[in-house]
């Protein structure tokens, strides 16, 4: 089974100033995608970032930035510039390549502070 | 497009009544999932839809929960005698085609509260 751990339950930022979240994950699998997810207040959840395991390069959208480790088997999720939209329940998720499910984190919630 | 739709937005029930929850997936998504988000953690995988069929069922925490999807569209998860460890927000997610190149979308949840 894979497990994955967010070990900053709260972080806080200011606005315009950077800030990362940790995720680290453990799997026996060789490929595998991963994802950070936001829940704003309103509890819709929303896709940031996907990064596919085969794949070297780390996702970048704008803002958000993965730094992808795959030996190390971490995922962090650096937002620049933070805005106060940016705050909400940030959750890191796991899925099998030959999946569909996804394994999800406890979250970390972010506050952006003016 | 409207995105993911979930009714009732909140639910409080009494222990031993039986709920059902609803959720509208995007039109024309093939695969429909639910999550079960207890308080303070991550969504956790109850099942798998993909069109009609429910293809995985295994993160059903027990015989009193109950997927179904007869028409390929419109999802309802119902609950039997509920218990208070059921309560927790009901996730449903949809997706245009299945496997993880495709992304889930998720509705606004549910908010089961049994008291």
């Known amino acids: 089974a894979q497990t994955v751990t967010q070990s900053q339950p709260e972080m806080s930022v200011q606005e315009a100033e950077t800030v990362t979240l940790s995720c680290t994950y453990d799997?026996?699998?060789?490929?595998?995608?991963l994802f950070w997810y936001k829940q704003p207040p309103s509890r819709q959840m929303i896709l940031v970032i996907r990064?596919?395991?085969?794949?070297?390069q780390n996702a970048t959208e704008n803002r958000f930035s993965v730094n992808f480790q795959k030996a190390a088997k971490s995922f962090s999720l650096k937002i620049s510039d933070s805005q106060l939209g940016d705050t909400a329940m940030y959750f890191c998720?796991?899925?099998?390549?030959?999946?569909?499910?996804?394994?999800f984190g406890k979250g970390t919630s972010l506050l952006v502070t003016p | 497009g409207a995105g993911v739709s979930q009714s009732p937005r909140y639910k409080v029930a009494k222990r031993g009544q039986d709920v059902a929850l609803r959720c509208d997936p995007i039109?024309?998504?093939?695969?429909l999932f639910w999550y079960q988000q207890a308080l303070g953690q991550g969504p956790e995988f109850l099942t798998y839809?993909?069109?009609?069929?429910?293809?995985?069922k295994s993160g059903l925490p027990s015989d009193r929960f109950f997927a179904e999807r007869p028409e390929g569209s419109v999802s309802t998860l119902k609950i039997q005698r509920t218990q208070q460890e059921d309560s927790a927000v009901y996730l449903c997610a949809s997706a245009s085609r299945q496997g993880p190149s495709w992304e889930q979308y998720f509705g606004p949840g549910t908010r089961l509260t049994v008291t």
């Open positions: 990064q596919e395991a085969y794949k070297q």
């Open positions: 839809f993909q069109n009609e069929a429910q293809l995985d």
């Open positions: 998720a796991f899925m099998k390549e030959s999946g569909y499910a996804l394994n």
């Open positions: 039109s024309g998504h093939v695969s």
């Open positions: 799997t026996s699998e060789n490929n595998y995608y």
